[in-house]
């Protein structure tokens, strides 16, 4: 078993998932502008830190990705923020692209950047403490998108970005997303998110990259936002585990679902109908951002100084959520 392989197990093991902590300070300030919370340094960790210092991290949560301005941090206990995350048994993580933006030959779609002088940034936040890493490529769905190009480009992309991090010790968590953005039916997302994930692998094989030691963290096969051909959780489970099947190569340790917009509940019930019915080898956890902190995020803004309600209120959605990553959760559960 290599190293990097351990740490991937570290993180996903026993129906633990990972916390993605790892908004922008430009996403945290939408967030916080939505509950009426001023977006400060000190309000931005205040949150993040009720949420850290949790028993529910020590319970459910494997590895938290951090954002640039967060890993630097000092918290409260005088402790860095990947000090105070590893002491929970927790591995701190750090999501090193630098964005989005418009695809040169392909106007409406995105190629991300952050490639220049990743390595050198990467033995940076290796020595503050981050043991794993993120980056996101995005897709959108449509009759023409995503385009052979978006594909290519993107899945390069991810190669080489998870082959620096391999070089530098640490585990990366590779994220192709296809959006939810549209009125796309379950199966054009099977479809091209299927076409997706297999170029990322066919990449990331001619990148020499130790697939023992990444984690995927793809979309689950839904239809989209605005589609009139919503599926039950079950059909869900099905074509998500029909695609991941027929194009992820076994030898990966983990997959850590992004949520992509669902709310809270649904995230919960639809990861959980994957385990259910997860007839493969891999373990199928969560990696969720809005999905994990949007109901303590709600309750904080009331009363910031509150610091143990916050944390009631996400050791709740944390439990939930590794009752599913685990097929153990319920509708009874949720509402106890």
């Given amino acids: 078993m290599s190293e990097l392989n351990k740490i991937a197990l570290k993180i996903l093991s026993n129906g633990k998932g990972i916390l993605a902590a790892d908004e922008s300070i430009g996403t945290m300030t939408k967030r916080l502008d939505s509950v009426n919370v001023p977006s400060t340094p000190e309000n931005r960790l205040l949150f993040r830190e009720a949420l850290f210092s949790s028993d529910g991290m020590k319970e459910f949560i494997g590895g938290v990705i951090l954002y640039d301005e967060t890993i630097k941090q000092t918290s409260s206990s005088k402790k860095s923020i990947p000090e105070l995350i590893s002491t929970t048994g927790v591995v701190p993580g750090i999501k090193v692209d630098t964005g989005a933006k418009i695809l040169a030959g392909s106007v409406e779609e995105k190629i991300t950047e952050g490639l220049d002088g990743l390595r050198e940034r990467l033995q940076t936040y290796y020595k503050l403490g981050a043991r794993f890493t993120k980056w996101r490529g995005v897709y959108n769905i449509s009759n023409k998108f995503p385009s052979k190009l978006s594909i290519h480009s993107n899945a390069h992309a991810l190669a080489r970005y998870a082959s620096l991090v391999q070089e530098c010790g640490m585990v990366p968590i590779v994220e192709p997303e296809v959006l939810m953005d549209g009125s796309h039916s379950a199966e054009i997302c099977f479809n091209k998110t299927s076409e997706v994930i297999k170029k990322c692998f066919e990449e990331l094989i001619l990148h020499n990259i130790d697939l023992s030691g990444i984690i995927l963290k793809p979309n689950m096969i839904l239809a989209g936002v605005t589609s009139d051909k919503k599926i039950s959780s079950e059909e869900v489970a099905k074509l998500t585990l029909k695609c991941l099947k027929e194009n992820v ?45 949007q109901s303590a995020l709600k309750f904080w803004s009331k009363d910031i100084k509150n610091i143990e309600g916050t944390q009631k209120v996400f050791n709740h959605r944390a439990n939930m959520c590794t009752h599913a990553a685990q097929g153990k959760w319920s509708a009874e559960l949720e509402s106890k």
């Fill in 249 to 293: 190569p076994s030898d990966i340790p983990g997959i850590a679902f992004l949520s992509g917009g669902q709310t809270e509940v649904e995230a919960t019930e639809n990861l959980n109908s994957i385990n259910k019915h997860n007839n493969t080898n891999f373990i199928m956890t969560y990696s969720y951002g809005r999905a994990l902190q």
